[in-house]
């Protein structure tokens, strides 16, 4: 762990933050779209971004609705095709419908931002960076399992979009899959750093081995904290195994529809994101500046490009979501689907708690968890429970116990 250079500005801290006349701490630009983020609460940060993604989504439905739009005129000439075509239910879709979009995000983005896993303890904790510099340590390597492993959930999602598929879009079938793919496949080009390329232009093995993928941005975390290489992929806590399988399942199990996958991807995994990484990039910076600790951009540039992101990967993937809306309950599969992937963040970042700080943390059944957050059914339960008896032993902490344990991270409608 490097300290921070004494001939800098005593006004400036690194690359991320500088102080104000009147002592305030200042994010220089670059580093967050809020650049006062340290002088805000939890609720203010989450509320600045209920509010910008509001506006996000409120200019790209716009623009999708101008008639010189590509995008619009794509669904219309697709929706051409389906007028011609009898029982091709395409232009039944709430694409087709003034405001339907916009109203579909307004109930699920209230929806979503409303739980409370986005102002856990745990996240709370980090941000006031109530932390020493060991618990840091024990926070980057336990939540390292999470990202890790969850961008493979795009890749299971992708892969359930395939020419079997049964949709009442006729002659369409083979396109609306293609386009839930193309967006799918986009965020997978995100997560792995691999970008669009031309014929001329592809990169050779060892370019394409060595693309800057968020794990690998992740790693260079573990450089400004002083985690050696071989110190840094630990076995997963109980609540990280849990919520990984929670995300696995809902992308790629046949149990769960192609609305709950894509939702699972998407509106859960992408919305609440940008708001708790920027706690966790806010509480890092603060530590890091109150203990002279040289952090800079380069060790937290996985938060940073989580924050500014994430969000367009919520609003392309809730377009791709609508195209499949001829399921029956295409709302309630989506909350429950959200609702499934919040809980097991939830206790996840309970256990993340227990164990960084030897104190006890309340897990989601325990919290007065509100009604429409419940689980209306058990796929989850079965499919869970049994996805646990295949975890390799060495992967996670005391696995025996953890494949014995009955216990779920979720609440059910039918047990209240």
Same mark, same amino acid.
Do not use: K, N
């Given at each position: 762990m490097t300290t921070a250079n004494s001939n800098d500005s005593a006004r400036r801290f690194s690359d991320l933050l500088q102080l104000d006349s009147d002592g305030s701490p200042t994010l220089l630009p670059g580093v967050h779209p809020l650049p006062g983020l340290l002088s805000l609460n939890t609720e203010q940060v989450l509320e600045a971004f209920r509010v910008s993604q509001l506006k996000d989504f409120t200019r790209v439905i716009d623009e999708l609705e101008a008639a010189d739009n590509p995008l619009h005129k794509l669904f219309e000439d697709m929706r051409a095709i389906a007028e011609r075509e009898p029982a091709n239910r395409f232009d039944e879709l709430d694409l087709f419908r003034p405001g339907?979009?916009?109203?579909?995000?307004?109930? @699920?983005?209230? *929806?979503?931002?409303?739980?409370? #896993?986005? +102002?856990?303890?745990?996240?709370?904790?980090?941000? /006031?960076?109530?932390?020493?510099a060991p618990q840091l340590r024990g926070f980057a390597t336990n939540y390292f399992n999470q990202v890790k492993n969850t961008r493979q959930c795009v890749a299971l999602a992708q892969g359930r979009f395939s020419g079997f598929l049964s949709l009442p879009y006729g002659s369409l079938n083979e396109r609306v899959s293609e386009l839930a793919q193309i967006i799918l496949a986009q965020l997978l080009a995100d997560e792995y750093g691999v970008g669009t390329h031309s014929i001329d232009s592809y990169p050779d093995l060892t370019s394409l081995l060595s693309s800057t993928t968020?794990?690998?941005m992740y790693r260079q975390l573990f450089e400004g904290l002083g985690v050696p290489f071989e110190e840094q992929d630990v076995p997963m806590l109980h609540g990280v195994a849990d919520n990984v399988l929670?995300?696995?399942? @809902?992308?790629? *199990?046949?149990?769960?529809?192609? #609305?709950? +996958?894509?939702?699972?991807?998407?509106?859960?995994? /992408?919305?609440?994101?940008?708001e708790f990484f920027s706690l966790l990039l806010g509480g890092m910076i603060r530590w890091a500046w109150?203990?002279?600790?040289?952090?800079?951009?380069?060790?937290?540039?996985?938060?940073?490009?989580?924050?500014?992101?994430?969000?367009?990967?919520?609003?392309?993937?809730?377009?791709?979501?609508?195209?499949?809306g001829h399921e029956k309950e295409t709302m309630q599969q989506i909350k429950q689907a959200t609702n499934m992937l919040m809980s097991s963040r939830y206790n996840m970042m309970s256990d993340l708690y227990r164990q960084l700080f030897a104190e006890p943390c309340t897990d989601i059944d325990a919290i007065g968890l509100d009604a429409r957050y419940h689980i209306s059914d058990r796929r989850i339960e079965e499919a869970l429970l049994s996805a646990r008896q295949e975890v390799a032993e060495s992967r996670v902490v005391n696995a025996s116990d953890y494949k014995a344990s009955r216990n779920v991270p979720f609440v059910f409608a039918d047990a209240m």
């Open positions: 339907a979009l916009q109203e579909m995000f307004l109930q @699920l983005h209230q *929806h979503v931002m409303s739980h409370p #896993v986005w +102002s856990h303890p745990c996240f709370v904790r980090v941000f /006031e960076a109530r932390f020493d968020h794990i690998v929670t995300q696995r399942l @809902l992308a790629g *199990h046949p149990s769960f529809s192609l #609305v709950e +996958s894509m939702a699972s991807v998407g509106l859960g995994m /992408e919305w609440g994101v940008p109150r203990e002279d600790v040289e952090l800079t951009r380069h060790h937290l540039i996985v938060f940073i490009a989580h924050v500014q992101y994430d969000v367009l990967h919520a609003i392309s993937v809730m377009l791709a979501t609508s195209l499949f």
